[in-house]
T-cell receptor, first 112, second 114 residues
Framework: SQQGEEDPQALSIQEGENATMNCSYK?????LQWYRQNSGRGLVHLIL?????REKHSGRLRVTLDTSKKSSSLLITASRAADTASYFC????????????FGTGTRLKVLA | DAGVIQSPRHEVTEMGQEVTLRCKPI?????LFWYRQTMMRGLELLIY????????DSGMPEDRFSAKMPNASFSTLKIQPSEPRDSAVYFC????????????FGPGTRLTVL
């Protein structure tokens, strides 16, 4: 079953604009990760945020986590055409199973 | 580090044939995951191992699918007999199980069953 649901399903923006993607989940978690997948390629890890953290930055990426609302957001600032990809959130359930459940993904298209 | 290695990268087979996908996790990682990705169902967790032991295989679609991890550096996912609906990209991923470690993915095997 899908734990995370990303919103929007698809997003199209102009180069230089910011892109925001949201992820909602259902159960308590240990941490949440965001991944990028270029068309026809594997998933690349972007950033991990633990359940006791509220915000994290990595380069042009900013991730927030609100455990009370069971939601996370990924912000990509000053987007580039190379950011065109699908973005997935993955949650590690706090049940001690150590498995990650992936969301449905957001397809981002950055227009040059 | 070479990362997670999967083979073959592409596999085309006919319905009814046996298919074996292979994975070598990152050295030192003690948890291994098999996923399947399709347009219709997205990314599904099939099975995962901790310290070579299968922990949760509830995602395996049916008895035609089986997975093994005979040692810490090798795992296989077998489909027998294969069916057209098994066509998908199969990913292997590994991580250090404790401490919320990052999960690293292999490049995937694109399986086409005719």
């Amino acid at each position: 079953s899908q734990q995370g649901e990303e919103d929007p399903q698809a997003l199209s923006i102009q180069e230089g604009e910011n892109a925001t993607m949201n992820c909602s989940y259902k159960t308590s978690i240990n941490n949440l990760q965001w991944y990028r997948q270029n068309s026809g390629r594997g998933l690349v890890h972007l950033i991990l945020i633990r359940s006791n953290e509220r915000e994290k930055h990595s380069g042009r990426l900013r991730v927030t986590l609100d455990t009370s609302k069971k939601s996370s957001s990924l912000l990509i600032t000053a987007s580039r055409a190379a950011d065109t990809a699908s973005y997935f959130c993955a949650t590690e359930e706090a049940s001690g199973t150590y498995k990650y459940i992936f969301g449905t993904g957001t397809r981002l298209k950055v227009l040059a | 580090d070479a990362g997670v290695i999967q083979s073959p990268r592409h596999e085309v087979t006919e319905m009814g044939q046996e298919v074996t996908l292979r994975c070598k996790p990152i050295s030192g990682h003690n948890s291994l995951f098999w996923y399947r990705q399709t347009m219709m169902r997205g990314l599904e967790l099939l099975i995962y191992f901790n310290n070579n032991v299968p922990i949760d295989d509830s995602g395996m679609p049916e008895d035609r699918f089986s997975a093994k991890m005979p040692n810490a550096s090798f795992s296989t996912l077998k489909i027998q007999p294969s069916e057209p609906r098994d066509s998908a990209v199969y990913f292997c991923a590994s991580r250090v199980v404790a401490g919320g470690g990052t999960q690293y993915f292999g490049p995937g095997t694109r399986l086409t069953v005719l």
